[in-house]
């Protein structure tokens, strides 16, 4: 059942998807030592808040382009349009349905992590045009806001979504939100001294 929603699901994003889509980030990527430095997070959501640890090591366009949107409010009364129990949950939609981003995608940066209960990963575009069986997304590259977050190991996901972070407290909370609540909002921290 997983599998087909995941087909689903990057069914709906290749048809829905904008050719705004394609454009590179508005913001050069920040010095190494700098990326470094932004570390952990805190969703605040209509079911409390979800603390954050990121892998500015593994993934730093997402977690570089995470502090941007989050300094910008970018996530601020964005639902979530898409939640699963015991699979996952999926925000940062402008639209709120599941067409929308912020005009830009993020290069891939797949590590070897695993999708297990907490990983924050990007949501993208599918490989392949379902309907033509053409490629579609041949760099691989992330939505530039939409993430989501498993609940429950995931290996289906390994090697097809970039991980850029995980839940280190809040996973009452994780598991409580449904389609239509709320982010509250979302700050991204930077820890003086790197790590």
Not at 38 to 53: D, F, N, P
Not at 105 to 122: D, I, K, N, Q, V
């Amino acid at each position: 059942m997983r599998s087909s929603i995941l087909l689903f699901l990057a069914a709906y994003f290749l048809l829905t998807a904008s050719p705004a889509l394609s454009q590179e980030p508005p913001f050069d990527l920040p010095p190494k030592g700098e990326v470094l430095k932004i570390r952990s997070a805190i969703l605040q959501t209509s079911k409390g808040k979800v603390y954050l640890e990121l892998f500015p090591e593994e993934a730093p366009w997402h977690v570089a382009n995470f502090k941007y949107l989050a300094d910008k409010g970018f996530y601020k009364n964005l639902t979530f349009i898409f939640a699963q129990p015991d699979y996952l949950i999926q925000g940062g939609d402008p639209k709120g349905n599941g067409k929308g981003g912020p005009g830009y995608t993020l290069p891939a940066e797949f590590s070897s992590r695993h999708h297990s209960e907490g990983t924050l990963g990007m949501a993208r575009r599918p490989d392949i045009d379902t309907r033509t069986g053409k490629p579609a997304n041949p760099e691989r590259r992330s939505n530039g806001s939409q993430f989501h977050i498993v609940l429950a190991d995931a290996p289906h996901m390994d090697g097809h979504y970039t991980i850029f972070g995980k839940v280190v407290d809040g996973f009452d909370v994780i598991h409580q939100i449904r389609k239509g609540d709320k982010i509250k909002g979302l700050t991204v921290y930077i820890r003086e001294g790197g790590r």
